[in-house]
């Protein structure tokens, strides 16, 4: 006969499978399993989510009480599973030093992280008013419901991938030179020069304006101006350039341009930083400023009297409107990629991780 606590489980996995289905949305997902598990499993007080947030994890849905909203990596038991990526299972929690106790009454707690490509994206975290409630089997059972919420994700987001053109990498195919007009055929050959001026060529952003000749040979100029010769210099176009990619989640901007910026001395370290939307108050400020002003301005959507006064002062008028311009260059090029769902080249993992909140 099967052990009934691991009945309960597959019964649970069955369940949020059927709730899952056909729902891309990370946070109603989530909110869904809380509930599911919740109702499901006996003797809870409080079971829900945190979600990454660069070097937080931040409060997500969940049932109980009302609980602390933001946890440093590495702190209580919900930052030490995110940190190490493993679950962690606490049969008392006056016994775990650094217990975050969000709720008196919570006397035992498990935690299992949700992991995607070796990233983790949050956590599950269930506490309970009983002692020791929750064993080996309670672990496997919750990692299993984890892993289904994962792979529901990452099939989700394939499915996004599918409708485009395995040449192109995107949805729309890259134009035949001979079916172009004389301009097109310029700007074909322009792009399909060693060096000519764009990152990837014909394949991205390039191949996509290909389909409006107009558009390519207009906004190359423009492109041109703000990278080389607007007096930026190298390092700030490229954290302007990486800090807009990660406000868009774009993939394959980012990732055409993390070498970039790896080659204009931008330490790995800080890369990350802007990668996983952490905290740039240990940045020097010339940095910072920067990628402050991309995040205000495409995720706050509101850009603060100090950054915009930090920001002056660093550039000046004519630069400070050069630099947003920058910015918005390639938020554009972003919205392209987006919306001809350009891939990333076969074989390369997603450089940005998700951020559920990218709001900060
Ligand atoms: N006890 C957790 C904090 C979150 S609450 O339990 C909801 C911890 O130590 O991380």
């Known amino acids: 006969m099967p052990d009934p606590k691991s009945q309960l489980y ?12 056909g729902e891309s949305d990370p946070v109603a997902n989530a909110a869904n399993m809380a509930a599911l598990v919740w109702r499901g499993l006996p003797h809870l007080n409080w079971a829900g989510f945190y979600f990454r947030q660069g070097a937080e994890l931040v409060l997500g849905p969940f049932q109980g009480k009302p609980a602390c909203v933001r946890i440093p990596l590495g702190q209580g ?12 299972v606490v049969p008392d929690v006056h016994d775990f030093p650094g217990h975050i ?4 009454n919570s006397r035992s707690e498990l935690v299992v992280p949700l992991v995607e490509d070796g990233a983790v994206l949050a956590v599950l975290d ?4 009983v002692l020791a409630r929750f064993d080996e089997a309670d672990r496997d059972g919750c990692e299993q419901l984890a892993a289904l919420f994962v792979a529901h994700h990452r099939r989700s987001a394939r499915a996004d ?5 395995p040449e192109s990498g995107c949805r729309l195919p890259l134009p035949r030179r ?3 007009d004389a301009e097109g055929r310029r700007a074909y050959d322009r792009l399909a020069a060693p060096n000519g001026g764009t990152l990837r060529g014909l394949h991205g952003p390039g191949g996509i304006q290909l389909h409006s000749p107009e558009l390519s040979r207009r906004s190359r100029p423009v492109n041109q101006y703000l990278r080389y010769e607007a007096g930026l210099g190298g390092r700030v176009r490229e954290l302007a350039i990486l800090a807009t990619a990660r406000e868009h989640d774009a993939q394959f901007e980012w990732a055409a341009h993390e070498p970039a910026a790896l080659a204009e001395g931008i330490s790995p370290e800080i890369i990350d930083t802007i990668r996983c939307g952490g905290d740039i108050a240990r940045l020097s400020e010339a940095d910072a400023i920067v990628i402050a002003l991309a995040r ?13 006064a930090g920001a002056l002062d660093q550039f000046g008028p004519r630069q400070l409107v050069d630099l947003v311009a920058l910015m918005g260059n390639y ?6 990629l987006t919306a001809f769902a350009m891939r990333l080249d076969e074989g390369q993992p997603p450089p940005l991780p998700r951020l559920f909140f990218p709001g900060r």
């Not at 038991?77 to 940190?83: M, N, R």
């Not at 991938?161 to 053109?165: G, L, N, P």
């Not at 938020?331 to 392209?336: E, I, N």
């Open 296 to 308: 205000e301005i495409f995720a706050a959507r509101r850009v603060s009297p100090q950054t915009y």
């Open 161 to 165: 991938a599918r409708d485009t053109d």
């Open 331 to 336: 938020a554009s090029t972003a919205a392209l």
């Open 10 to 21: 597959r019964d649970l996995a069955v369940q949020l499978g059927a709730l899952l289905e």
């Open 126 to 129: 269930l506490d309970s008013p």
């Open 77 to 88: 038991v919900c930052g030490a599973a995110a940190a190490q990526g493993r679950s962690v």
């Open 178 to 180: 001979e079916d172009l």
């Open 101 to 104: 106790a969000c709720d008196p």
